[in-house]
């Protein structure tokens, strides 16, 4: 009972937060519609006992994306751009395209929801060990190698984003 | 009000996705379409934390840490981007951004 009301709450405030930020003329508004929407994101995954991945989820979406994006609408002159008209010329034509794909998601998932049902009940958890460290345990044993590549193509990102933000290279 | 269900998930984050992708297809600013794309990672990552929550398996979570890594990289260099953009041909528009047009 509790988790299906949080639930509706968290995807009324995702999915109003996203559509608050495709459709707002001024960017620090769609900035600030993206974060309520990154928080409900953060909300389901807390409802999925992902306790790890919430506190990621705040820390760098919330915390480091969303103050990144800011940061760069407050270096680029956004005045004028929210002048002029925000949509595309061929907006039908993209609306078009997506109204396909969606009737086609609707009708696969409505076709296939029978196959889910309730996710059955946690097991508990070895004593001692929560979420974090089952997380932890996995991406350093199983997945160390694309863990190290991951780091690789951080260090790449960050080299990449200096040199095209710079005046002169 | 019957029980939450991973459909319920499934169809949230569709509908995420599809709210993304108009963004990603209609706007002209620039920087609309960066956050348009970070909709669109988030709905996967929802996708994968409902699935991993299902099958009791932690693989979707570690999954879900790569995926936003991925998005990090992709913003900073994406920001990056749009920064020199604007230094050398003052707008954000994507729209007006049609050197290789004919």
Redesign the interface.
Known sequence: MTDTILFYTFALLVLGGAILTITRRNAVHSAIALIVTLIGVAGLYLLQRAEFLFAVQIMLYVGGIMVLFLFVIMLVNLDQAAKQKQFSGQWWIALLCVAGVAAGFGYFLRKGAAAFRLAPPEPAFPPGQGNTETVAQVLFSEYLLPFEIASLLLLVAVVGSVIMAKKRV | ????????????S???L??????V?????I??I???I??IL?AV??NL??F???L?N??G??F???V??????????G??????L??NKE?????EVDLLKW
């Open positions: 009000m019957h029980p939450i269900t991973t459909a319920h998930y499934l169809w949230l569709a509908a995420l599809l709210i993304g992708t108009v963004g297809l209609t706007r002209r600013n920087v609309v960066l956050m348009s970070e909709l988030n990552n929802i934390i409902a991993s929550h299902y009791h932690v693989n979570q570690v879900a840490i790569f936003i890594t991925d998005a990090v990289a992709e913003a900073a260099v920001l990056g981007i749009l920064i020199a604007f230094r707008t954000v528009l994507a729209d």
